[in-house]
T-cell receptor
Framework: GQQVMQIPQYQHVQEGEDFTTYCNSS?????IQWYKQRPGGHPVFLIQ?????EVKKQKRLTFQFGEAKKNSSLHITATQTTDVGTYFC????????FGKGTRLHILP | DVKVTQSSRYLVKRTGEKVFLECVQD?????MFWYRQDPGLGLRLIYFSYDVKMKEKGDIPEGYSVSREKKERFSLILESASTNQTSMYLC?????????????FGPGTRLLVL
């Protein structure tokens, strides 16, 4: 069946360092979404990517969708303490599959 | 503003009890979802509904049932709670187009089954 791998599972970075999380699918996707969940909170939608090779930016966050539409990445430049949380990719083809998430911890 | 509410933030039940988790959305969304979230496993879809009285099994429906009698309300039922159903339960809704729409999540219900 369709699977999605998200790596790394955990990431500790110094404040100000960059951070990247990756998602890989075993099949081609129609779109991918990214969500953020703060500690103790619920997932909140960040962005959706639809086109092959698409790149979108939200301030310090850069989202990419692979050319083959099988992988995606989220990159945060110069992390801040407000970036703490778990970042999920959600892959959608004929069903919705959440990645297991990458938990980002910021060291002051 | 989009709003999804869940009936309880915390719930403690005993093994064998029947448990109802309620979710209400005020956005006139077509789709509603129930997930459970466990450490290391991420979010797993239990059931979803794309219309009133319609339901579809997700990835882990065993031990659960759902009810959607009104568009704004989606209930998750644990017929006979077991300890392995201790988890965080998240409800979500989306406008339409099952796989292409933003999902809006409720605050979650943390269920402990003793």
């Amino acid at each position: 069946g369709q699977q999605v791998m998200q790596i790394p599972q955990y990431q500790h970075v110094q404040e100000g360092e960059d951070f990247t999380t990756y998602c890989n699918s075993s099949t081609t996707l129609s779109n991918i979404q990214w969500y953020k969940q703060r500690p103790g909170g619920h997932p909140v939608f960040l962005i959706q990517l639809v086109k092959s090779g698409e790149v979108k930016k939200q301030k310090r966050l850069t989202f990419q969708f692979g050319e083959a539409k099988k992988n995606s990445s989220l990159h945060i430049t110069a992390t801040q303490t407000t970036d703490v949380g778990t970042y999920f990719c959600v892959m959608a083809d004929d069903k919705i599959i959440f990645g297991k998430g990458t938990r980002l911890h910021i060291l002051p | 503003d989009v709003k999804v509410t869940q009936s309880s933030r915390y719930l403690v039940k005993r093994t064998g009890e029947k448990v109802f988790l309620e979710c209400v959305q005020d956005m006139d969304h077509e789709n509603m979802f129930w997930y459970r979230q466990d450490p290391g496993l991420g979010l797993r879809l239990i059931y979803f509904s794309y219309d009133v009285k319609m339901k579809e099994k997700g990835d882990i429906p065993e031990g659960y049932s759902v009810s959607r009698e009104k568009k704004e309300r989606f209930s998750l039922i644990l017929e006979s709670a077991s300890t392995n159903q201790t988890s965080m339960y998240l409800c979500a809704s989306s406008l339409w187009g099952l796989t292409k729409e933003t999902q809006y999540f409720g605050p979650g219900t943390r269920l402990l089954v003793l």
